[in-house]
């Protein structure tokens, strides 16, 4: 979580309910579902190479 994110938790800042750290849960499980590898690096796939297996899966 980057500085402003820090800032924004430790007030207790909430953004449509969800604290920062919950937000980023979610676009975790997110990316994940959609077959991205965490961390996010170079090596993993290609976005092309995602995409064309998402829409495959559905």
């Known amino acids: ?3 402003v ?3 924004n938790q430790n007030l207790g800042k909430r953004f449509n309910g ?3 750290i919950e937000l980023l849960q979610i676009e975790m499980e ?3 579902s959609c077959g991205y590898k965490l961390p996010l690096q170079t090596k993993n796939q290609s976005k092309k190479q995602l995409l064309k297996t998402f829409y495959l899966k559905v």
């Open 18 to 20: 969800y604290s920062p």
């Open 30 to 32: 997110f990316l994940k």
């Open 1 to 3: 979580m980057n500085y």
């Open 5 to 7: 994110g820090l800032v």
